[in-house]
């Protein structure tokens, strides 16, 4: 394989790299086998950087879908669930829908923003120059 193909694949591979961050997917969507990546990480310092803002970008991806979920919500149609038809608005005689907030991804947003402010904290014992010891103990002990 050319150069100039290589460095074709590389692109592609990349590029779906950044949107889906799955490097099975990535190699598909190129349409190179998946070892082909790891041979490049193997062999290519420029490849390294290119991958790791690669890696950069997917990650900002889904923190954004998740900052979007957690605050903008999901749009749930609503169906009867007797008959399987769905419920429409009475005043537009749409689709009825509500959005479905993640209280859950709000959370880890919240601790990844500020993690001394959010970080669970556990304090065992009085004393903090003092070891704690734990026993695990089994119910046929």
Known sequence: MGADKISLHKKAFLAAFRKNGN??????????????????????AAYILDFADAQKDASDF?????RRRAT???????FNPKTGEPYTNPETGLPYYEHDYSDTLLIFLMKGADPEKYAER??????????????????DE
Not at 25 to 33: F, L, P, S, T, V
Request: proline content about 4%; charged content about 40%; glycine content about 4%.
């Open 62 to 66: 889904l923190e954004e879908e998740a």
């Open 23 to 44: 490097v099975t997917r990535a190699a598909e969507a190129a349409k190179i086998d998946r070892r082909t990546h790891y041979d490049w990480m193997k062999a290519d």
């Open 122 to 139: 556990h304090k065992i014992g009085s004393d903090p120059d003092q070891p704690v010891i734990l026993k695990v103990v089994y119910d």
């Open 72 to 78: 903008e919500g999901v749009r749930k149609y609503r």
